[in-house]
């Protein structure tokens, strides 16, 4: 497609797969900020020109970078978490700003299940054991955890949460859910608005709401230490919402049975404290990281970039 005159001039925060970059590139004019060797002078060079900031959810827009812009319109989020966008900075100046919800909560949902089967069951250190010849050396490999039939607690019911719980339901689990309120769609779950007497009444504790300044910490050293010792705790928000140090210290003492993490404070870099743990699993951020929904997620950033330009209705507008 040729492009069009005055293409839109569009900050690329972070890199995208290259079926994303090349109808990117086709449809703006793309100034992208993470190949810049010097930030500040990149910003100071192309930050006039800028309309639009693409950004991925864990990267965002801090105010920093939103006032670099000062004719900055649209804030598209390659994600559905938002909170690494100053809402306030883009607020103040009537920015627009849009994320990618409902295209990857399948997958999302899929993974923390996948995440509890894996630390309940110890599939990582099992298929060790059978590759690594400890099968024929040591015999069977050590009893595991059940899934089917525990408690479940899901913390934050929304989107995710919600299709996690539909798919506890199969395991047989008896869920409960904390949210704000109680909802009236999920009268099937016993509704526990503490998130302590949530953990104190789950053997499996899932984090799934989304992050912001009220939920930081929400799952605290009181969360953990209800939930105890034959307790596993599952998170794929956020990393803010767990006090990552109390985390650490109860699992290292024993008084957390397990954790499965795809979040972590100052990811991709890990707490070195994690890798001495035999009972937490270990994923990269990858709730959303499958072709399908990775590549709905791109098509979904760009439509509200164009309709944005094209003054329509935003798809999936958050401000
Ligand atoms: C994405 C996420 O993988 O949706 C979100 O907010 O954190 C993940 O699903 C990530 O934002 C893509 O960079």
Same mark, same amino acid.
């Given at each position: 497609?040729?492009?069009?005159?005055?293409?839109?001039?569009?900050?690329?925060?972070?890199?995208?797969?290259?079926?994303?970059?090349?109808?990117?590139?086709? !449809?703006? #004019?793309?100034?992208? $900020?993470? &190949?810049?060797?010097?930030?500040? @002078?990149?910003?100071?060079?192309? /930050?006039? *020109?800028?309309?639009?900031?693409?950004?991925?959810?864990?990267?965002?827009?801090?105010?920093?970078?939103?006032?670099?812009?000062?004719?900055?319109?649209?804030?598209?989020?390659?994600?559905?978490?938002?909170?690494?966008?100053?809402?306030?900075?883009?607020?103040?100046?009537?920015?627009?700003? !849009?994320? #990618?919800?409902?295209? $990857?909560? &399948?997958?999302?949902?899929?993974? @923390?299940?996948?995440?509890?089967? /894996?630390? *309940?069951?110890?599939?990582?250190?099992?298929?060790?054991?059978?590759?690594?010849?400890?099968?024929?050396?040591?015999?069977?490999?050590?009893?595991?955890?059940?899934?089917?039939?525990?408690?479940?607690?899901?913390?934050?019911?929304?989107?995710?949460?919600?299709?996690?719980?539909?798919?506890?339901?199969?395991?047989?689990?008896?869920?409960?859910?904390?949210?704000?309120?109680?909802?009236?769609?999920?009268?099937?779950?016993?509704?526990?608005?503490?998130?302590?007497?949530?953990?104190?009444?789950?053997?499996?504790?899932?984090?799934?709401?989304?992050?912001?300044?009220?939920?930081?910490?929400?799952?605290?050293?009181?969360?953990?230490?209800?939930?105890?010792?034959?307790?596993?705790?599952?998170?794929?928000?956020?990393?803010?919402?767990?006090?990552?140090?109390?985390?650490?210290?109860?699992?290292?003492?024993?008084?957390?049975?397990?954790?499965?993490?795809?979040?972590?404070?100052?990811?991709?870099?890990?707490?070195?404290?994690?890798?001495?743990?035999?009972?937490?699993?270990?994923?990269?951020?990858?709730?959303?990281?499958?072709?399908?929904?990775?590549?709905?997620?791109?098509?979904?950033?760009?439509?509200?970039?164009?309709?944005?330009?094209?003054?329509?209705?935003?798809?999936?507008?958050?401000?």
């Amino acid at each position: 497609m040729s492009k069009p005159d005055a293409l839109p001039d569009v900050l690329q925060v972070g890199p995208y797969p290259a079926w994303d970059e090349e109808p990117l590139a086709a !449809t703006f #004019t793309l100034h992208k $900020l993470f &190949e810049a060797s010097d930030r500040q @002078a990149f910003l100071k060079k192309h /930050g006039p *020109s800028i309309r639009a900031i693409a950004t991925r959810g864990e990267l965002g827009a801090n105010a920093e970078l939103i006032a670099a812009c000062p004719n900055l319109e649209i804030i598209s989020v390659y994600g559905v978490g938002y909170d690494a966008v100053d809402l306030s900075a883009a607020k103040a100046r009537n920015i627009r700003v !849009t994320n #990618t919800p409902d295209v $990857l909560t &399948e997958d999302v949902a899929d993974l @923390a299940v996948a995440m509890m089967l /894996g630390l *309940s069951r110890g599939m990582i250190a099992a298929e060790r054991w059978a590759r690594h010849g400890s099968w024929v050396s040591k015999g069977g490999f050590p009893l595991q955890q059940r899934v089917w039939g525990k408690k479940a607690g899901v913390l934050g019911l929304g989107r995710i949460g919600r299709a996690v719980a539909d798919r506890l339901q199969g395991f047989g689990m008896e869920i409960a859910y904390s949210s704000r309120t109680p909802k009236s769609s999920a009268a099937q779950w016993t509704f526990i608005a503490d998130p302590v007497a949530l953990a104190g009444h789950s053997d499996f504790l899932f984090v799934t709401l989304a992050a912001n300044a009220a939920t930081r910490h929400i799952v605290n050293a009181g969360v953990i230490e209800a939930l105890g010792p034959g307790g596993m705790l599952i998170n794929v928000s956020r990393a803010a919402n767990i006090d990552e140090n109390a985390l650490l210290d109860a699992l290292e003492q024993g008084r957390l049975g397990g954790a499965a993490l795809d979040v972590f404070e100052g990811e991709p870099k890990l707490n070195p404290r994690f890798l001495a743990l035999p009972n937490v699993l270990l994923q990269p951020h990858h709730g959303s990281g499958t072709f399908e929904t990775r590549k709905a997620m791109g098509q979904l950033l760009r439509d509200n970039l164009m309709a944005h330009f094209a003054g329509r209705p935003l798809p999936t507008p958050v401000l």
